[in-house]
């Protein structure tokens, strides 16, 4: 069975990459090493979770499990507000009054958006990423 190694941070044990030979690391790299059953690591189907002394890979598939990233349902919901308004039509609806349709609709979409996120969060087969996971994870890896 193919090894996969989790590397982390020495100093803050947090966790950083994946790597599959660790020959050319230094010495003082700290890692974990996982078999896994299958002939190729597919970056999306594992999720490592946590740091070095508290986190495991998680297998998404075998766990049933996907994941869902905040900023995805955030960047979804105002591609819809877009497409049926594009900046002129803001504009020409202060002009217009047709401002309060536009709100109206604007409201509906962060009602179904707060409520997808409510779902993805609490829904035991999403691993849900929040903005603020997602941003120490890109501060890790800079």
Do not use: A, C, W
């Not at 690591?41 to 297998?59: A, K, Q, T, V």
């Not at 047709?98 to 996120?117: A, C, G, Q, V």
């Amino acid at each position: 069975m193919p090894l996969i190694y989790t590397l982390f941070n020495p100093k803050t044990k947090k966790f950083i990459g994946y790597t599959d030979d660790i020959s050319n690391y230094p010495e003082n790299t700290l890692f974990k090493v996982y078999e896994i059953e299958h002939d190729e690591f597919n970056l999306e189907r594992f999720h490592y979770e946590g740091d070095y002394e508290n986190g495991r890979l998680i297998d998404l598939i075998k766990e049933n499990k996907s994941i869902v990233y905040e900023k995805d349902i955030d960047d979804k919901y105002e591609k819809i507000f877009f497409r049926k308004y594009s900046i002129l039509d803001i504009v020409l609806g202060i002009v217009d009054d047709k401002l309060d349709e536009i709100k109206s609709f604007r409201k509906l979409l962060m009602d179904k958006k707060e409520r997808e996120k409510f779902n993805s969060m609490n829904d035991p087969s999403f691993k849900y990423v929040s903005l603020e996971e997602q941003e120490k994870e890109r501060n890790i890896l800079s």
